[in-house]
């Protein structure tokens, strides 16, 4: 039986084809795994934010009054502004130089 040098050219191409393919495969195979590995992580770390304190949702529930707490702030505040060129203006106005 004879082979062809075509035919063994066919095969070393092949193998150098699989060769190149199979790294390209495990180097983005890598690095999605670090991406979900990254995204685990900081799933990881709300849910312990969520469980931080004595019962269970405490820290949740800090992080939500601290939200609630900084938007109420701050639409008093824009309120108070508001007020600044009207008859009914208060003395934080002159505070701020209005």
Request: glycine residues 14%.
């Amino acid at each position: 039986m004879k082979i062809d040098p075509g035919t063994l050219i066919l095969i070393g191409a092949g193998c150098g084809l699989t060769c190149l393919v199979l790294f390209v495969l495990g180097t983005v195979l890598n690095a999605l795994g670090f991406v979900f590995e990254l995204a685990g992580n900081i799933i990881e770390l709300a849910v312990n934010l969520f469980n931080l304190g004595p019962l269970p949702g405490c820290g949740c529930l800090a992080l939500v009054l601290a939200v609630v707490t900084c938007v109420g702030g701050g639409l008093v505040l824009n309120n108070i502004i508001s007020t600044c060129d009207t008859a009914s203006r208060m003395a934080f106005c002159s505070w701020i130089g209005r």
